[in-house]
């Protein structure tokens, strides 16, 4: 999985430079609230959703740069991105507008981390928007392997592989139920009142039980956490 980081506030870097590592948030069309927000503007606790109105004082303290949204900017680097993707595998599915999986054969000889560094450095010199990039044998996985590169950038430089049982193992002890793809606040809520607390503890829950409280659809995604192509 490539995912644009902070795309639309990378987006308007692209074009003022300047800004870089500046607070920047990105507001809804009729200027209400806070849709996209920078890393610099999490920091200073700039919440998603947040009424521009209501911040406008902590905008003005924090010296955070404010922008009305542009879609047809994000559109068209949107275009970009996915068009250098398409150039590294033939089966490319975009998800989002910032986001895409790309299948790769998996028996190949394939250096993972040295083809995640390429298409990280070819998309930021053609376009100028930082990506993370996270490979593994499934979809669920592959966001998961995406959400480490992207917390621990220095780390792994924003790519990261989950290419082994300790590996995943590990990862999925680490991923909060409530942050797994796929998994919304009411099932969490749930999940969390018989003790599931992360993404190790839901793979560990009995078939049957899965499928009759998340239907077909959260089986599917235990077997995707637990390294069973479910999803395609």
């Known amino acids: 999985l490539i995912d644009c980081n902070n795309f639309y ?3 308007e870097r692209v ?3 300047d800004l870089n590592g500046k607070p920047i948030v990105i507001l809804s069309n009729n200027d209400g609230c806070v849709i996209a927000r920078s890393n610099e503007a999490k920091k200073i606790g700039i919440p998603m959703g947040a009424p521009s109105f209501e911040f406008e004082k902590k905008f ?3 010296d955070v740069h404010v922008f009305s949204s542009n879609y047809a900017l994000y559109g068209d680097m949107s275009a970009r991105v996915m068009q250098i993707l398409s150039e590294f595998s033939p089966e490319m599915e975009v998800y989002s507008i910032d986001e895409a999986f790309l299948k790769f054969d998996s028996n190949s000889e394939i250096d993972f981390d040295a083809l995640g560094i390429k298409i990280r450095n ?3 010199r053609s376009t100028g928007i ?3 990039i996270g490979f593994a044998p499934t979809k669920a996985l592959s966001k998961l392997a995406n959400r480490i590169a992207k ?3 220095e780390k792994t430089k924003n790519v990261y592989l989950i290419n082994s049982e300790a590996k995943r193992q590990k990862a999925l002890q680490w991923l909060k139920i409530e942050d797994v793809w796929g998994i919304g606040a009411q099932h969490a809520k749930s999940l969390k009142k018989i003790g599931v607390k992360n993404a190790f503890d839901f793979i560990q829950l009995n078939d049957t039980w899965v499928k009759h409280k998340m239907s077909v659809v959260g089986l ?3 077997y995707e956490l637990s390294g069973i192509n479910s999803l395609g």
């Open 9 to 11: 506030a990378s987006c």
């Open 130 to 132: 930082p990506v993370s």
């Open 60 to 62: 003005i303290e924090n």
């Open 122 to 124: 070819q998309i930021m």
């Open 220 to 222: 599917r995604l235990k």
């Open 15 to 17: 074009f003022r430079p």
């Open 151 to 153: 917390k621990y950038p």
